[in-house]
C-alpha cells in the first residue's frame, strides 16, 4: 500500500509560481514512478508530468512544457512539481499518483490540492 499526501497548493497571481509535493509512505519509494495529474471544474482529469523510479526521465504534457517540472527526492520519499508562469488554465486540482515500475497503470492516488490562478 501507498499513500500520498500532496501539499503546497492555494491562490496565486497569473505569471507567479507555486511548488507542490507529495510525501509517499511507501516501504520502498524507489520502485514507483511517479506522477502529476490534474481535474479542471466540469472536466477530465489529465495528465500533467511523469518521473520514472530513479529520477532519469522525466515527461510532460504540451501545455506545461517549459514552465513545470517534476522531481523527486527518494531518500526522503518525496516528489514535487514546480509550476512557473502559471497561467489561469492551470486552475485545478492538482493530484500526485504513483505507479509500480512494473505496472502499466497508476493505483495510488492522493486527495489532491487546489491550485487556483487569478487573472
Known amino acids: 500500500q501507498v499513500q500520498l499526501v500532496e501539499s503546497g497548493g492555494g491562490l496565486v497571481q497569473a505569471g507567479g509560481s507555486l511548488r507542490l509535493s507529495c510525501a509517499a509512505s511507501?516501504?520502498?519509494?524507489?520502485?514507483?514512478?511517479m506522477g502529476w495529474f490534474r481535474q479542471a471544474p466540469g472536466k477530465e482529469r489529465e495528465f500533467v508530468a511523469h518521473i520514472t523510479w530513479s529520477g532519469g526521465s522525466t515527461n510532460y504534457a504540451d501545455s506545461v512544457k517549459g514552465r513545470f517540472t517534476i522531481s523527486r527526492d527518494n531518500p526522503k520519499n518525496t516528489v514535487h512539481l514546480q509550476m512557473n508562469s502559471l497561467k489561469p488554465e492551470d486552475t485545478a486540482v492538482y493530484y500526485c499518483?504513483?505507479?509500480?515500475?512494473?505496472?502499466?497503470?497508476?493505483?495510488?492516488w492522493g486527495q489532491g490540492t487546489q491550485v487556483t490562478v487569478s487573472s
Open positions: 511507501a516501504r520502498t519509494f524507489s520502485n514507483y514512478h
Open positions: 499518483a504513483a505507479r509500480y515500475k512494473l505496472s502499466p497503470t497508476y493505483g495510488y
